[in-house]
Structure formats: structure tokens, C-alpha cells
């Protein structure tokens, strides 16, 4: 594939330029290595599994994959799998024939009918009741398929693209996944990177950002100061680049950086006070730090109020190490022990980040 010329990003510093061909990915180790693979892949008819936790943009990756492909003129046909009851999933990938059951007033065709001569993108295929997963895997076997109440094999003539936010083999254990089915749709599997893991490519993803909100909402919020994109690499983004989105789309309403300290433990009224300097001026960069530091400690304290205090179990939430996370305590003077007094109720944390 050959590389684009690159425009300026602005706001960041001179000659810094969006990487080559899409902004998705940026200038990080990490996000270069899924570039790579999957443009390796794209030209190919084999299925792809895409891996990662909630928000990472799997689902823009997989658009990324099918505009990057032979399959490129045809559909991107999109199914996401939890949001379809189980009784109606069926019906909505294969299609079905008047008659075929009560209210089938007339014939449908289905997902896989649609996404012909393009690509098929089963969206957390994981939640798919194993019933169904039986009759895809018979349909990626085969490439075969019929209308619920019909008799006329179709063939599917589609790339096909998984993914999902769980660890399938665990669900293989469960006895929530079939380990036939992985086999299958795992030909090349690609794992994408949370975000707190490729932070060097929180300003481009910002940036990028920014302009497409100015566009879609008609404002002109101006580009970030250099404490704003320090700040946005200091976050630890649950949510990953879903939650960068909100955080951008958030700035350009408002067309202020005291978006981005949030509603709750992050907002400006809670920072730290800062003494100005013999002439008078502020010095941003250090209230950006003192905050950064306060949000980091209101975290980790409502982590380990979650866990009862246990540290090595709010290491595991945070996605840190033991060590990191004691560090981190007797930096903060945080207590390392719970304290006597029954402490405020505890925001409602997970035990366990998404896979």
C-alpha cells in the first residue's frame, strides 16, 4: 500500500504529521505492528478475529480492513450481536421465507444475503448463543447457507470479520464458546491495545478528533495546549478511545479545556491550588501535574475501597503491578492499611477491567 502525504497536525509541534494512510493507528510500536498485519491481510479471503477491551475501535478497524480490500466496492454489512434478541438473531443472518414462522408475511433475506460480494462483521461474536454458533460455523465450513423455511442453498460470498471484548478461551472452559468455532474464524487474529498502552498516540487521535467535532457540530474550538494533551496522556481511559471521543466531543461543545476534568473527582474546583509566580503569571503546567496527581489518588482510593483495601487485588483492577501500585500509595500518602473509621459508600468499580 502506498503511503499518503502527510498533513500538518495543528496545535501539536512543527513537523509533527498524521501517520501515513489513516490516523486510527498513530506513530506508537504498537499500533504500527497491527498496521503491518492487517494490511497484509486485508487482500486476503480468510476470516479475521479482532481482540480487544470495549472501546478500542475494533469495529473502525474492521471498516479499516474492508476499505483496504478487494471486497472495498461492496458492503460493509455490520451485526452486532448482543444487541439482537436470541430468537431474532437467526432470522436476521440468514433471512427467512414467508411462512417460515408466525409473522413472516413475506420472505426477508438476512445479514450474510446482504453483506454479499463485501464483508460480514459479527460484532462481539462471543455473546452468540452456541446454538447459532453451530450453524455459522456449518456456514463457514461450507459456505453455504438457506432462508429459515427454505429449501435453496445460497452460497456466502463475503470476507468475514469477528470480534470481541472477551478471552475466548476462558469462554471455551465455560462452556460459552465452541472451540471449533475459534479454530475457524481465527485464521489471522489481531489484538488491539488499550489506550493507556499507546499514550504517544493520544495527541494525533486528539487532534483528529477535534476536527471532526468541529465539522459535525459547525464550532471552531481551538487546537489543545500543550497541558491539555499532557493531561489526556496522564489518564488511565477505562474507556479507551470511546471515552477519548466523548472527552473531545465534550471540549468542542463546551470550547473549553475544563472539559476534560470531568464531573466528578476530576473538576477544576478540586484541584489543588498553585502559587503564582514573583511576576504574577500562573504556571499552568504545574496545576496540569498537581491535578493529574490528585485524579491519579482519588482513583486509587476508590479502587481500594471497592477491594475492602485489598492492594493486590486493586492492582489487578488497575492494570498495574503490585510494586507500582505501593509506589504509588506512599507517594499519594494514601494510608496503607484501611482506615478505622467506616469510610464514605465507595463508587461502584468492577473486579475486573474487560478483557
Known sequence: MSSRVQP???????????????????????????????????????????????????EVLARY??????????????????????????????GFEKGAFTGAHTAKPGRMEMAQSGTLFLDEIAEMDTSLQAKLLHVLQDGTFTHIGGQDEKSLDARVICATNRRLHREIETGAFRSDLLYRINVISVLLPPLRERREDIPYLAEYLRQQFNQRFQRE?????????????QREWPGNVRELENCIARYVVLGSEEAFYGERS???????????TADGNIPLKRIAQQAT????????????????????????????????LLYKVRQAGIPAKRPRQKPERPGEFPNQLPA
Not at 294 to 322: F, G, T
Open 65 to 94: 480492513i474492508h476499505a483496504h480490500s478487494p471486497w472495498a466496492d461492496g458492503p460493509f454489512v455490520k451485526v452486532n450481536c448482543p444487541a439482537i434478541p436470541g430468537t431474532l438473531i437467526e432470522s436476521e443472518l440468514f
Open 221 to 233: 474550538a481551538a487546537p489543545l495546549s500543550a497541558e491539555a494533551v499532557h493531561l489526556l496522556q
Open 266 to 276: 476530576e473538576k477544576p474546583a478540586r484541584r489543588p491550588a498553585c502559587e503564582t
Open 293 to 324: 496527581r490528585q485524579m491519579e489518588r482519588d482513583l486509587i482510593v476508590k479502587v481500594l475501597q471497592a477491594n475492602q483495601w485489598n492492594r493486590r487485588r486493586a492492582a489487578e483492577v488497575l492494570k498495574i503491578s503490585y510494586r507500582a
Open 8 to 58: 500538518k497536525i495543528d496545535g501539536l509541534p512543527p513537523g509533527t504529521t498524521l501517520p501515513p494512510d489513516h490516523v486510527y493507528f498513530g506513530p506508537s510500536e504498537t499500533m504500527e505492528a497491527v498496521r503491518r498485519k492487517i494490511d497484509r491481510a486485508a487482500g486476503l479471503n480468510v476470516p479475521i478475529l479482532i481482540l480487544g477491551e470495549s472501546g478500542t475501535g475494533k
